[in-house]
């Protein structure tokens, strides 16, 4: 079993930054691509950031190229989003996930999941 927490949400004017934390428990940590995810009101789910065990392959979606950076820590079980330039429609429930398959993985292949962190981006 693998547990993830993650920090760091919160209200963010426009144009403001904020730094996601998910911290991760249990089986090895590396054996894990990590995704970020974000689901905002009656929107389907989407796929934010991904990064590989080593960090080394990343994927972002369109909407965020260029203004968010997934890294990771792996001596400190821990996996980061860099978001700036934030934006209204950045608004949504942050979550982190694992996966044992590809960065390119669906969300059907990630096999554990936090509970995820509100982020708010007021205009």
């Known amino acids: 079993q693998v547990q993830l927490l993650e920090s760091g949400g919160g209200l963010v004017q426009a144009g403001g930054s904020l730094r996601l934390s998910c911290a991760a428990s249990?089986?090895?940590?590396?054996?894990?691509?990590m995704g970020w995810f974000r689901q905002a009101p009656g929107k389907e789910r989407e796929a934010v950031a991904v990064?590989?065990?080593?960090?080394?392959?990343?994927y972002y979606a369109d909407s965020v190229k260029g203004r968010f950076t997934i890294s990771r820590d792996n001596a400190k079980n821990t996996v980061y989003l860099q978001m700036n330039s934030l934006k209204p429609e950045d608004t949504a429930v942050y979550t982190c996930?694992?996966?044992?398959?590809?960065?390119?993985?669906?969300?059907?292949?990630?096999?554990?999941w936090g509970q995820g962190t509100q982020v708010t981006v007021s205009s």
């Open positions: 996930a694992a996966t044992s398959s590809s960065i390119y993985a669906g969300p059907t292949r990630y096999d554990y």
């Open positions: 990064i590989g065990r080593i960090g080394s392959n990343q």
């Open positions: 249990g089986r090895t940590f590396g054996n894990y691509a």
